[in-house]
């Protein structure tokens, strides 16, 4: 099969220094790729972890104190080192300036600074594991986080350096979506992944300062007992949660817009028809960009706060779904009479649909203030949370993943061993997090090492399930790597998609396009345009 | 990624590879710096809204706290930090009309103008730290009527702190622009960077406005 030695950008620049000196933002998205995807098995070990000790209500591996630190580093190592950069950083730094025809993103040394950014904030924040690892839970909340004695100060110093990276990605697409786009790509012919980037990265640049200055405010209350979250002293604990959410609601549009940009794309291409209510969607990203910073107290309705408020942000919660309904609404109305074709990318596209609509739906249970007095800090807040994170971006990570691999790589995956791992995730996915709806509905409290004898079955099933998961994710990560060497080499399209970055080659050239590119047709003309998968059965 | 410096007239050696036309860059990277100065908007915003709820809370104590800064060192301040926007603001304008000496000095006047910033700054640290009017755990003063009065030196160190920091950044910036300038890198055609370091050094002014009358005006 080799003639002669392809050239593409990882032949043209080669070594160590190459990749830790790049300026290409197709080197800088794998670089990503390696962290994100480390981030991600270490948070699953914790995981597992977790759930292993849960089998049962008496200790298993670890001590109460010690389950405490576990679900503290799970939470905070996948959000914070996995979720909020994945797609954003990995995709999108790789695909965002070949889908608008650019040659890189507007800044590629803020670009590279940004990785350098992750890393340095990821092991800081790591370094906080192996001295006294955090046991507040992730949320940091005060007043146990100002008086524990675990290593508060170096974690939330690293999640404050991690902001950095993600304001910076954020600055970064901003400015590459207004100013780079090729010519005859107007805003409403662009790709609907790049909506979604957009949507996130305004996202980014307001919210993170918020949580940057929120948890500057805890380590001077750790450190200099300011006084401004101990009534002791003069201050408010809730005004903690204020402050904390203020971001870290707005953080899971950052994580979920991405993945649904992601989805609008691989509806259209593996349906082969154009999406339906494209404007639509495109605005909706918009509207669930800003309407995200007006639903912070659907996390604080017991804790004190008024009625009133309480009430008014019940109200935003729910209008907040609609957009999100919106868009799910649109993807169906896309598939409704095409032509789909069930390759892997679009296994988990489907999957994506049902679980990400169980997951939003039940978000809107909990935004009731009646049903969220007795749901709050149940298990079923962890199952809806992980419908949408997991079952909604994670999938659609993967999928993304997996429907870029052949460009990002040249290679084409195992086609059989990677619908298997579908059905294990899918089916290891719902065990695991299901069960966790019934757990909370039948009172089991989140956060507990210890549970009555009752919950022990479905404790058990649902760590059963997780068990499948973290298997399914073994094993794609065995057919990836054997991809890498193994697999078919594929064209410039192997999926027959119309957006820009499928015209260049896989991978990519160095500059990616030798002229700037001409816009000829929308992104998803496929009712104009012939064009024919070139990888097929 | 080019890193040759030839200069030809449809390719300047200022711009960048993956821009087809110098005002795009210099567009995109104004653009960039008012998107960042966004976030820092945000960032001081989190201590301001701290600032009025706690002020919301102990309005006596703020009064009555307020009493132990001294107005005339802030208001020195913010004459020098004014002064040194406007000198900021000179040093482009002489660079429009490419003059390379008076863009230096305007830059050295605007560094020196934030180094006394920071001298009286470290005086009225001082004076604090001596009468124990210190944040949190470690405040001793007394004769201040309210309760928690150490809640606004806590605020006052964080929110002047936070500034004093960013204009130490700022000033690591002006430096870099000076060497660049005396390389001769800007002119009339070319003086993004110069731009955007003065909107920085403008919002950071901006922000002392700010914190001044609310820490050392009231009352």
Same mark, same amino acid.
């Given at each position: ?12 620049s ?26 991600f ?10 759930r ?11 001590t ?39 040659k ?10 940004s ?9 800081f ?20 986080s ?41 805003w ?22 918020v ?12 450190a ?58 495109a ?21 004190g706060?008024?009625?009133?408020a ?18 799910? *609404? ?26 990400f ?9 909990l ?55 579908f ?10 997090f ?16 210890s ?9 058990? *099933? ?9 298997a ?17 080499p ?42 024919e ?5 | 990624?080019?890193t ?25 990277v ?38 132990l ?19 900021m ?27 006394i ?24 003063f ?27 950044a ?50």
């Amino acid at each position: 099969m080799k003639a002669e030695e392809a050239r593409n950008f990882y032949t043209e620049s080669r070594g160590l220094k190459s990749w830790l000196f790049t300026l290409d933002h197709k080197k800088i998205g794998i670089l990503y790729l390696y962290g994100i995807l480390t981030s991600f098995f270490l948070g699953g070990v914790f995981a597992l972890l977790i759930r292993w000790e849960l089998l049962s209500p008496d200790e298993v591996i670890v001590t109460a104190d010690q389950y405490n630190q576990l679900f503290t580093l799970h939470g905070a190592v996948m959000i914070f080192l996995f979720i909020i950069p994945s797609i954003p950083a990995a995709l999108g730094n790789f695909v965002l300036p070949l889908m608008i025809g650019a040659k890189d993103v507007a800044f590629p040394r803020l670009n590279l600074a940004s990785w350098y950014i992750y890393i340095f904030g990821s092991l800081f924040a790591i370094y906080s594991l192996v001295t006294a690892a955090v046991d507040t839970g992730w949320t940091f909340y005060t007043p146990y986080s100002t008086e524990t004695n675990t290593s508060v100060i170096p974690m939330t110093i690293g999640a404050f350096i991690l902001g950095f990276s993600s304001i910076f990605t954020g600055i970064n697409f901003i400015v590459t979506i207004h100013k780079l786009r090729a010519p005859g790509m107007t805003w409403f012919k662009m790709p609907l992944f790049v909506w979604g980037l957009y949507a996130t990265a305004i996202i980014q640049v307001l919210a993170t300062p918020v949580l940057g200055i929120t948890l500057a405010l805890l380590i001077m209350e750790r450190a200099f007992g300011m006084g401004i979250f101990d009534p002791a002293l003069g201050g408010d604990p809730v005004l903690f949660q204020h402050f904390f959410w203020f971001y870290s609601h707005p953080a899971v549009y950052i994580m979920i817009l991405p993945g649904m940009g992601i989805i609008s794309e691989l509806i259209s291409t593996f349906s082969h028809k154009k999406i339906f209510g494209y404007k639509a969607i495109a605005y909706s990203s918009l509207g669930i960009a800003f309407t995200s910073f007006l639903v912070w107290g659907h996390h604080m309705f017991t804790s004190g706060q008024s009625e009133y408020a309480a009430m008014v942000f019940s109200f935003l919660t729910f209008f907040v779904g609609i957009p999100s309904g919106i868009k799910v *609404f649109n993807w169906i109305s896309t598939m409704y009479k095409g032509s789909i074709s069930f390759e892997t990318p679009m296994l988990y596209t489907m999957g994506f649909l049902f679980l990400f609509a169980i997951g939003g739906l039940t978000g809107i249970f909990l935004a009731t203030i009646s049903v969220d007095i007795h749901l709050h800090d149940t298990y079923f807040v962890v199952a809806h949370f992980h419908y949408v994170m997991m079952g909604g971006t994670v999938m659609a990570f993967i999928a993304g993943l997996h429907y870029w691999w052949p460009k990002m790589t040249g290679k084409m995956f195992s086609r059989l061993w990677s619908r298997i791992t579908f059905a294990v995730i899918f089916i290891g996915f719902n065990m695991t997090f299901f069960t966790q709806f019934i757990l909370g509905t039948k009172g089991m409290p989140r956060r507990y090492y210890s549970y009555l004898d009752q919950y022990q079955p479905l404790h058990g *099933f649902s760590s059963f399930g997780s068990f499948i998961l973290g298997a399914g994710f073994f094993i794609m990560l065995i057919y990836l790597i054997h991809s890498l060497y193994r697999g078919t080499p594929v064209g410039n399209n192997p999926w027959g998609s119309l957006t820009m970055e499928w015209t260049t080659t896989s991978p990519p050239q160095l500059h990616n396009f030798d002229e700037t590119p001409k816009l000829e047709h929308g992104p998803y003309d496929y009712d104009k345009i012939e064009v024919e998968p070139t990888y097929t059965k | 990624m080019s890193t040759t410096m030839k200069n030809t007239a449809e390719h300047p050696a200022y711009l960048q590879h993956h821009f087809s036309e110098p005002e795009q860059q210099h567009e995109s990277v104004k653009f960039g710096m008012w998107l960042f100065l966004l976030t820092e908007v945000l960032l001081f915003g989190g201590l301001f809204l701290a600032y009025a709820v706690f002020r919301a809370w102990n309005y006596e104590m703020f009064l009555n706290s307020h009493q132990l800064l001294d107005v005339k060192l802030g208001t020195l301040n913010t004459i020098v930090l004014i002064t040194s926007s406007v000198s900021m603001a000179l040093a482009i304008r002489f660079t429009q009309m490419n003059d390379r000496k008076k863009t230096l000095i305007s830059l050295f006047i605007t560094l020196a103008l934030a180094a006394i910033f920071l001298v009286v700054k470290y005086f009225e640290y001082s004076h604090k730290i001596h009468e124990g009017l210190l944040p949190g755990k470690f405040f001793t003063f007394s004769g201040i009527e309210g309760d928690n009065p150490h809640i606004f030196f806590s605020l006052y160190f964080m929110m002047t702190g936070l500034h004093g920091i960013h204009i130490v950044a700022g000033m690591s910036v002006i430096v870099y622009m000076i060497v660049r300038t005396w390389k001769s890198h800007f002119s009339s055609e070319y003086y993004t960077p110069l731009e955007v370091t003065g909107l920085y050094w403008h919002l950071v002014d901006l922000i002392w406005i700010f914190l001044f009358p609310l820490f050392y005006l009231i009352g």
